[in-house]
T-cell receptor, first 118, second 113 residues
Framework: AQKVTQAQTEISVVEKEDVTLDCVYE???????LFWYKQPPSGELVFLIR??????QNEISGRYSWNFQKSTSSFNFTITASQVVDSAVYFC???????????????FGRGTQLTVWP | DAGITQSPRHKVTETGTPVTLRCHQT?????MYWYRQDPGHGLRLIHY???????DKGEVSDGYSVSRSKTEDFLLTLESATSSQTSVYFC????????????FGQGTRLTVV
């Protein structure tokens, strides 16, 4: 079973639209960490944000915001007023810290390809 | 940015030949990872290491082996390359704590013909 599910394979929007990328995770650990990465067309993987399981506060950074909800095991990412430069593949990832056999593993979703048209 | 480099960046090899990809990090990170990226599959974990000489399998480990004889180096070997191993391979490293982000290398595009 997938530990991290990104159900949206591709999303296309027009510039200045808001867009939300969904991420649903699965874990039995009470301590875990969630991450978002961006992979622009150039191919490198860029870290965007980290969230721990004890902190459900939403976070805003410029046009980016993240909504973490433990009740629904979701960690969604919203881009407000999207721009062409936001076009990229976005990955959600999970790291468990419960000390079991999965300690140290970093699980990624399949990614969402976001295309922003001018 | 963390210093993590992969070599080679591109490689074309023939079916049946062994291939070794190298990952080098200068951050003294405890954990290192090898992923492959294929369309529709995202990043899939091949192997990872939690210390020198300590490695474990990921979800797609068949046909691959790894070695970590020094903290800074993590080698991925395709024992006998097959066309299904044509992919982009990413190495990553991160510190000892699970709340730290991973830093990625630039990727290696491997083509098996």
């Amino acid at each position: 079973a997938q530990k991290v599910t990104q159900a949206q394979t591709e999303i296309s929007v027009v510039e200045k639209e808001d867009v939300t990328l969904d991420c649903v995770y699965e874990t039995r650990d009470t301590t875990y960490y969630l991450f978002w990465y961006k992979q622009p067309p150039s191919g490198e993987l860029v870290f965007l944000i980290r969230r721990n399981s004890f902190d459900e506060q939403n976070e805003i950074s410029g046009r980016y915001s993240w909504n973490f909800q433990k009740s629904t095991s979701s960690f969604n990412f919203t881009i407000t007023a999207s721009q062409v430069v936001d076009s990229a593949v976005y990955f959600c990832a999970l790291s468990e810290a419960g000390g079991g056999s999965t300690l140290g593993r970093l699980y990624f979703g399949r990614g969402t390809q976001l295309t922003v048209w001018p | 940015d963390a210093g993590i480099t992969q070599s080679p960046r591109h490689k074309v090899t023939e079916t049946g030949t062994p291939v070794t990809l190298r990952c080098h990090q200068t951050e003294n990170h405890r954990y290192m990872y090898w992923y492959r990226q294929d369309p529709g599959h995202g990043l899939r974990l091949i192997h990872y290491s939690y210390g020198v000489k300590d490695t474990d399998k990921g979800e797609v480990s068949d046909g691959y082996s790894v070695s970590r004889s020094k903290t800074e180096d993590f080698l991925l070997t395709l024992e006998s390359a097959t066309s299904s191993q044509t992919s982009v391979y990413f190495c990553a490293s991160r510190g000892a704590y699970m709340n730290t982000e991973a830093f990625f290398g630039q990727g290696t595009r491997l083509t098996v013909v």
